[in-house]
């Protein structure tokens, strides 16, 4: 019926797809065109790789710790999305330096970027954990279609056919930015492994120095406990029509090697033989690329 067409039509933009319901033609064309100022920071990931909780942790070290404002201020008011007519809107009213997220793949950012001295912190994941995780969030974010089986749900990811496109394009498009001084990447893993030692990573890369116990309070306040304990981080204040909470929270597990509990040997053993050949080798021309 119409319904099922309008929350569950997805269209495609720069040959990557999107839900129609949050996004629109328009607003990958106004996130295109967006002015960037010098001291904006981007938070960028391939979805599920830990978007909101690199945003928390930027949001404290915004504020050299304090908790205030991560507990007043919802998460997708503090950090944005850049693809969304809201969070656009969102994005402009905001004091500087502003935080502002996207799961936009390079060749779709902000033209005006790319001569800017705005920074781009881009968090990876181990694929195999996006996807499980994504597997998840399917099934609670409306916007999404139903993933069905995860063998199949698996394919499509493979294949890169479904919401912002491919990881394998995402991840291999973004990080040819490496070396250059605007361009910071870290993984889910390293958090997960050392939080402090990456905040203080992050830290010099944003030219933000902080106190020990500046540095303790972001570590504490960023924790996966203390984040699901904030109704501003645990999207407990999200809608039902967008977020379906009775089947999950957002902040599912929080940890590193779900895939594990969820993959078979087999399927494992697919998922490293497209890894391998789409991770090997010279970057393939976006376009064709999937
Ligand atoms: P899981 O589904 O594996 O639990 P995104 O913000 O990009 O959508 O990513 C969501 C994933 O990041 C979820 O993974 C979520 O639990 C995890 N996450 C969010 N905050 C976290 C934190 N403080 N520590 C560890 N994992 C966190």
Not at 32 to 35: D, G, L, Q, T
Not at 87 to 93: Q, Y
Not at 174 to 183: A, D, H, I, P, T
């Given at each position: 019926g119409v319904s099922q067409v309008m929350s569950h039509g997805y269209f495609q933009h720069g040959g990557v797809t999107f839900p129609g319901l949050l996004y629109s033609p328009r607003s990958l064309e106004a996130a295109?065109?967006?002015?960037v100022e010098d001291d904006d920071v981007f938070n960028v990931t391939y979805q599920k790789s830990g978007t909101v909780w690199m945003l928390e942790i930027l949001s404290l070290?915004?504020?050299?710790?304090?908790?205030?404002?991560?507990?007043s201020v919802p998460n997708w008011?503090?950090?944005?999305?850049?693809?969304?007519?809201?969070?656009?809107?969102?994005?402009?009213?905001?004091?500087?330096?502003?935080?502002?997220?996207?799961?936009?793949?390079v060749h779709m950012f902000p033209k005006s970027f790319f001569g800017s001295k705005a920074k781009v912190i881009y968090t990876v994941r181990d694929p195999k954990d996006v996807l499980v995780s994504l597997f998840h969030f399917a099934r609670i974010f409306r916007p999404y279609r139903d993933p069905g089986s995860l063998?199949?749900?698996?394919?499509?990811?493979?294949?890169?056919?479904?919401?912002f496109g491919s990881w394998f394009q995402h991840v291999?498009?973004?990080?040819?930015?490496?070396?250059?001084?605007?361009?910071f990447w870290i993984s889910y893993e390293e958090l997960q492994q050392d939080l402090r030692g990456s905040v203080q990573r992050l830290c010099s890369f944003l030219c933000?120095?902080?106190?020990?116990?500046?540095?303790?309070?972001?570590?504490?306040?960023?924790?996966?406990?203390?984040?699901?304990?904030?109704?501003?981080?645990n999207f407990s204040l999200s809608p039902g029509f967008i977020l379906d909470q009775n089947r999950g929270p957002f902040l599912r597990k929080g940890i590193s090697g779900d895939w594990?509990?969820?993959?078979?040997?087999?399927?494992?053993?697919?998922?490293d033989l497209v890894y391998r050949e789409r991770m090997e080798g010279p970057p393939k021309n976006p376009s064709g690329d999937t």
């Open positions: 295109r065109e967006f002015p070290i915004r504020q050299d710790g304090d908790p205030r404002w991560c507990r008011d503090r950090g944005p999305w850049l693809e969304t007519l809201l969070g656009l809107r969102r994005a402009r009213a905001n004091a500087r330096p502003r935080i502002i997220s996207s799961h936009l793949p063998g199949d749900f698996m394919d499509k990811f493979l294949q890169g056919d479904v919401p291999r498009g973004w990080l040819q930015l490496r070396g250059r001084e605007n361009f933000h120095p902080l106190s020990p116990a500046a540095l303790d309070a972001v570590v504490t306040n960023a924790s996966f406990a203390a984040m699901s304990h904030n109704p501003m981080s594990r509990n969820h993959l078979s040997p087999e399927q494992s053993r697919r998922f």
